[in-house]
Structure formats: C-alpha cells, structure tokens
C-alpha cells in the first residue's frame, strides 16, 4: 500500500478553510486510487495536528508523518508556507517523490514549481519529448506539455514517480 502525504499551507488560514482544502485533496487522491484498485494510506496533517499547536509542535509531527510516506501530494500556496517550503526541502532530501496535484494558477507557479519539484520538470519534458517525436510544432508541443502539466492531476495508478523499490 503507497502511504502519501498532503503538503500545504496550514499556518496563517482560518482552520477550517485549511482542513477543507486538504480534505478535498484527501477525497480527490482517495477516490482515484479506489476507481482505479490502488490501495493508498493518506496523511492529512489537519487530522492529526490540532489547530491550536503551536507551529514548532505541528511540524515535528508532520515531518515524522511525512518521512514515513513514500509519496508526497502539494497543494497550490506550497510556495507561501514556511511548513510546506520544509517538508519540500526534507522530501528532496530524503528523495521522496512530489506530484502536484493542483494546477498551479500561473506561469510563475508553474517556474516555482519546476525549481522545487524536479520529478513535475522530468514529467513536463517527457511530455515534450513525446510531443516533439510526434513531429508537433515546438511552440505547439511546449502549449501542449504545458496545458497537461497545469491540467495534470493523481494519476489513476498513483504516484508514477514512486519507483517500485520504493513502495512498502
């Protein structure tokens, strides 16, 4: 079973706004896995980090949580959480796969993105590539890999970046 983690940002939102955008992605990543026969375990931080902890608490727990998943699921605003920018570092680190399961909102997102999550530039040039030995025009193909990669979701069978050695 692919155990994933929900990135974010939590601190600085009303709680309930946070746990119903993490929820959402919870439900989202759960169903696609479910439609699809993947068993997959997800952490959701705003289930198990109360709102009150203080941000120092809420992160030990999260990182712990997190270093035991072999895949990570971030969320848009990534980029604007001191919590979520960690965890990223740590993922990178500890070489655990990132999906973007959001379309990021624009053209610089989408730069932040390739920066901080090397697996979405590989998947944005495969694309490319593909589209390239299809003998699609390049600014055609880049508009291509570019609209898939902002339209790009969980794929059906989980993380396709996990490799094999690396599931539980």
């Given at each position: 079973m692919k155990h994933i983690y929900i990135c974010g940002p939590v601190s600085g939102r009303i709680p309930k706004e946070a746990a119903d955008h993490f929820a959402a992605a919870e439900y989202r990543i759960f169903n696609t896995a479910l439609e699809n026969n993947q068993q997959i375990c997800i952490s959701n931080p705003t289930r198990f980090c109360s709102p009150d902890f203080e941000w120092h608490k809420a992160m030990r727990l999260c990182v712990g949580e997190?270093?035991?998943?072999?895949?990570?699921?971030?969320?848009?605003?990534?980029?604007?959480?001191?919590?979520?920018?960690?965890?990223?570092?740590l993922a990178q680190d500890l070489h655990i796969p990132v999906v973007y399961i959001e379309p990021p909102l624009d053209y610089l997102g989408l730069s932040e993105l390739f920066a901080v999550v090397p697996e979405t530039l590989r998947y944005y040039?495969?694309?490319?590539?593909?589209?390239?030995?299809?003998?699609?025009e390049e600014s055609l193909a880049e508009n291509r890999a570019t609209a898939e990669l902002a339209n790009r979701y969980l794929d059906p069978y989980g993380f396709e970046y996990i490799e094999i050695s690396r599931e539980e």
């Open positions: 997190m270093s035991k998943c072999v895949g990570i699921a971030l969320l848009q605003g990534w980029q604007h959480s001191r919590g979520a920018m960690l965890e990223l570092k040039n495969a694309r490319l590539t593909q589209f390239h030995n299809e003998g699609v």
